[in-house]
């Protein structure tokens, strides 16, 4: 397996309908969570960037379609993608007239956006799956060509309790006992696997960075 380098990573764009969203053709990877899962985090840990998404202690903080675009090296191979942050979902202290407008912004980026490929669904390893992990994975199921499931925070686990863990989270979503990926922003655990998989799953080259 090759080593995926990060060479550079920036902020694109920020969306509420498709009228925002940015108009060049690149592979895009969607990342989904409940609220305070890490995503920032992870998105950050993925790209090598400390602050490239922002990292806030209150859930809910992201209620737009945030996109950022990698460009990457991987053997001889240079690309670029296009990272979708979504809102997080399982708002406690959003209105519900915040939730249906943020499910329906979502609903029409992951059902009508063409250069969708993939969906990187984010869970909790320390608290496992909630109700809203499982909806959301059953809904992407059959909106979206590929998933990935990512277990994070797993340095919030004793070692002996992590691979264990994954399996639980595996079966409840009647996955492969290797289907869910571990990660730790913390540890810099998961990140050259998770884009491994990613990579393997993107049918498009992307575009070779400038």
Known sequence: MSETRVTDARFVATAVDAGQYPRSALPEVAFAGRSNVGKSSMINALAGRRKL?????????????????????????RRTIRLTDLPGYGFAKASKTDRSGWHEMISAYLENRRDLEAVVIIVDAEVGLTADDVATV?????????????????????????????????????????????????????????????????????????
């Open 53 to 77: 998404v922002r990292v806030s202690n209150t859930p809910g903080r992201t209620r737009t379609l945030n996109f950022f675009e990698v460009d990457l090296e991987r053997g001889r191979e």
């Open 138 to 210: 059953d809904y992407l199921a059959g909106a979206v060509k590929r998933i990935l499931v990512v277990a994070t925070k797993v340095d919030r686990l004793a070692k002996a309790r992590r691979k264990p863990q994954l399996q639980a989270i595996a079966r409840q979503l009647e996955l492969p006992e290797a289907g869910v990926l571990p990660f730790s922003a913390t540890e810099k655990t998961g990140i050259a696997e998770v884009w491994d998989t990613l990579l393997r799953a993107i049918s498009r080259p992307g575009r070779a960075p400038s």
